[in-house]
T-cell receptor, first 114, second 114 residues
């Protein structure tokens, strides 16, 4: 059974700091991994999508890496800003009977202090 | 930027009542999904829908749940007889050609069963 774990559960950093959020998954047979941002009481905003054949993706100050064989992904946020405060979720898409299934982690709650 | 639209944003219903949650996916997307997030818990997959039929469903998606695409734009989730434990945020999502192309999520409907 695929399990997705995110560490740390919560993180508080001063503005300007570079930080790394971690995601691990137990079954390396995945199609892709996606990082999302969720603001309190809101929906999910897709940040980065990494296909299983890729090693990393970058968008602005965000960089996500994927090591499928070890079941790990990291989201690197450079020069953090108060506006980055949110919950960050990773999700893996895996084969399932009849097609595929997406499994989410519990998220890392990030607070960036001004 | 195209959006997935969900209505209502918040619905309160009495236990045992039927509710219909509505979604308008992105117009050129072919795959549609419902996810839910109970307060403080992980986002959970409910069902995926393609070509006017369910392509995948989770253990949560029992006989109380149904989905429909009644016309060319709407995608609905019906809960036949709501229970207290159905209280959650329900998210609709769509993808162009499957989850490997990346999800676009709506902002969610908060369902409160009293």
């Amino acid at each position: 059974k695929q399990e997705v774990t995110q560490i740390p559960a919560a993180l508080s950093v001063p503005e300007g700091e570079n930080l790394v959020l971690n995601c691990s998954f137990t079954d390396s047979a995945i199609y892709n991994l996606q990082w999302f941002r969720q603001d309190p009481g809101k929906g999910l905003t897709s940040l980065l999508l990494i296909q299983s054949s890729q090693r990393e993706q970058t968008s602005g100050r965000l960089n996500a890496s994927l090591d499928k064989s070890s079941g790990r992904s990291t989201l690197y946020i450079a020069a953090s800003q108060p506006g980055d405060s949110a919950t960050y979720l990773c999700a893996v898409e895996k084969p399932n009977t009849g097609g595929f299934k997406t499994i989410f982690g519990a998220g890392t709650r990030l607070f960036v202090k001004a | 930027e195209p959006e997935v639209t969900q209505t209502p944003s918040h619905q309160v219903t009495q236990m045992g009542q039927e509710v219909i949650l509505r979604c308008v996916p992105i117009s050129n997307h072919l795959y549609f999904y419902w996810y839910r997030q109970i307060l403080g818990q992980k986002v959970e997959f409910l069902v995926s829908f393609y070509n006017n039929e369910i392509s995948e469903k989770s253990e949560i998606f029992d006989d109380q749940f149904s989905v429909e695409r009644p016309d060319g734009s709407n995608f609905t989730l019906k809960i036949r007889s709501t229970k207290l434990e159905d209280s959650a945020m329900y998210f609709c999502a769509s993808t162009k050609q499957g989850a490997h192309t990346g999800y676009t999520f709506g902002s969610g409907t908060r369902l409160t069963v009293v």
